[in-house]
């Protein structure tokens, strides 16, 4: 559900950034909103596709080592990249709220022409955070779930 939501603001922007263009070169009347609304749209749906691109694998992978992996291996390289994300994700999380918290007791806007509140942005990052450390201890729980996990064991019990 949330990534739906993340592929449908991103929707918003060509119709903001066409209504520009042409009033722009169209009618020589430039707006003061719609590039700073398409950036204000893009963040959010750079943030909240984040944990779903991780589910999916879609991430950037640097896998010349654990291409080569099999079996058991293979899954303690999965299960220690994982748990990289997941502090990396709880400790921006936690870094990030502050700033938002701080964001909102100010009432922070964009300080630009049109200067729309930018608080309630804020929030989205540390959310996004948790929301991708939680996705990557769903994937840790996966891999350890994975029924060949249960076979590697028994193989290695055999041996």
Not at 3 to 16: D, E
Request: aromatic share 14%; net charge negative.
């Amino acid at each position: 559900m949330l990534f739906v939501l993340a592929a449908a603001i991103i929707f918003s922007v060509v119709p903001m950034l066409l209504y520009e263009v042409v009033a722009r070169y169209v009618f020589d009347a430039p707006t003061v909103w719609a590039m700073e609304a398409s950036t204000l749209v893009f963040g959010p749906h750079f943030m909240l596709a984040g944990p779903y691109l991780l589910h999916l694998k879609y991430h950037v992978a640097v896998d010349i080592l654990s291409a080569n992996l099999t079996g058991w291996k293979r899954r303690a390289a999965e299960i220690f990249a994982n748990t990289v994300v997941t502090a990396f994700a709880a400790l921006l999380a936690a870094v990030s709220w502050p700033l938002a918290t701080s964001s909102y007791g100010m009432a922070e806007t964009s300080f630009s022409a049109w200067n729309p509140s930018i608080w309630w942005l804020k929030f989205i990052v540390p959310f996004a955070f948790v929301m991708l450390c939680a996705q990557a201890i769903v994937e840790i729980i996966n891999v350890v779930r994975q029924p060949d996990a249960q076979n590697d064991v028994q193989k290695e019990h055999s041996a």
